[in-house]
């Protein structure tokens, strides 16, 4: 057996340990007679797994207690709607910084929503370059500041976080999550998809400021409301001992 | 190594010589020398998986080329609000039958984007039976009519398929999908989430009539609208050749 060195669009590879443990654990996850993908979501091995995972994340990327993290699915294109949902609140418009593909779709999911107000974009440039900071027309009202560090397809990346006062700020860390030591405590929010640098395609890592929780607009699905999922995975859902819930930690319904 | 019987809420057992599969491919998928979780969504080999899991639900559940066939992540609680937002479209109302738990979600998640009508309720019986069809409230002018054929927490199954005349039935087939034969031309929209009888959790199954493709509200999320999932599915972007499309077929965005 030859390994692939994968350079694709899309998943990257896993580490062969990782992918040979799952291999090992397939049929009986110790000891238990069945594979994760078996297991009730409010088993005690499931709420171990989940509670573990989130763990080391928060220790590998530097996540403090101010901090909520998420699992959940349908990768970071589903977020570019999922964050004006949750984060719009009371205000009536949010701020963008287009760089390239990923930015404008962002932008077009969030215009569903609210006003966009594009405040800088690297189109005058053919997506080479990044405008100064100081030429960005950024609004202190906005609900939130969203920019992309990294455009895979254009190949545009940011060497510097912006700042923006007192407006939380939104990063879409596809590409760069966990790459590099980061100071989450910049950000409002930070969202990456799991298929480059955190695990398999389909899952979604959402770190978002605790008190940025509870402003979904009405319209959003359940599973889609961050504050619904906080309360609903099943850690917390243990501890609290709320009968009648059954939503599993990766929001699998 | 034992393995367990297992008849938990959640997810259900996985076929033995699947996950035996699966663990033969782990680390080498007939060649590839990677994973399937670490192919390209837009690679042959990966094209040939989705197309040929289709192909065989197809056969498997009795689907014809009417009907478009969507695998999508978040699981059956998702869609309770992914259907009103694409089944709405100029409509004001939909139809719910109520006989338990499951209804109630779908219910309480429908009514953020329109008028519910709850035309039946099981409810008087304490959830033990099902009223006659012949009592049901329903409305010629509803855009569709959705009911649980088996409530999994208080036990309540129908034993005959509602007949809605020209108005699209909807069915959350989540427990009993190919578990018995079905007439699949009598619905308009079914789905399933898949831990019970089709795979592993996180996935849900959605079988929709083509005519009722294309009528999503505007505020519904890219990754929820069937429309566009049903255009950016890996196959028919490749026998389109349109560029710029980077859309799993799980969408995984």
């Known amino acids: 057996m ?30 238990t007679g069945m594979s994760v993908m078996e297991m009730s979501h409010r088993s005690d091995e499931f709420v171990e ?22 699992f959940m699915q349908g990768g970071a294109s589903s977020q570019f709607s999922t964050i004006p949902l949750n984060l719009l609140g009371d205000k009536t418009s949010a701020d963008y910084v287009n760089t390239g593909i990923w930015s404008k779709k962002a932008i077009a999911e969030a215009s569903r929503y609210g006003q966009v107000n594009v405040v800088a974009s690297s189109e005058s440039s053919g997506f080479a370059s990044i405008p100064d900071q100081d030429s960005w027309a950024t609004s202190a009202d906005a609900a939130y500041l969203h920019y992309t560090p990294n455009e895979t397809i254009g190949g545009l990346e940011f060497d510097f976080v912006p700042e923006s006062g007192s407006v939380p700020l939104v990063a879409d860390m596809s590409s760069t ?67 009648g819930t059954s939503q599993a930690w990766y929001s699998n319904g």
């Open 177 to 243: 999550m966990l790459s590099r030591p980061l100071d989450v405590s910049k950000f409002g929010l930070i969202y990456a998809g799991a298929q480059k640098n955190i695990g398999p395609s389909g899952l979604v890592v959402v770190i978002i400021r605790k008190d940025l929780l509870g402003k979904a607009l009405k319209i959003t699905p359940t599973m889609m409301n961050y504050q619904s999922l906080r309360i609903m995975t099943p850690c917390t859902t243990r501890r609290r001992h709320t009968p």
């Open 2 to 31: 030859s390994r692939a060195y994968n350079f694709c669009a899309g998943p990257a590879t896993l580490p062969e340990p990782v992918l040979r443990q799952a291999r090992e654990e397939m049929l009986d996850w110790r000891g």
């Open 49 to 70: 797994i989940a509670e573990t995972a989130e763990k080391d994340l928060r220790e590998l990327a530097g996540v403090s207690d101010d901090y909520a993290v998420l």
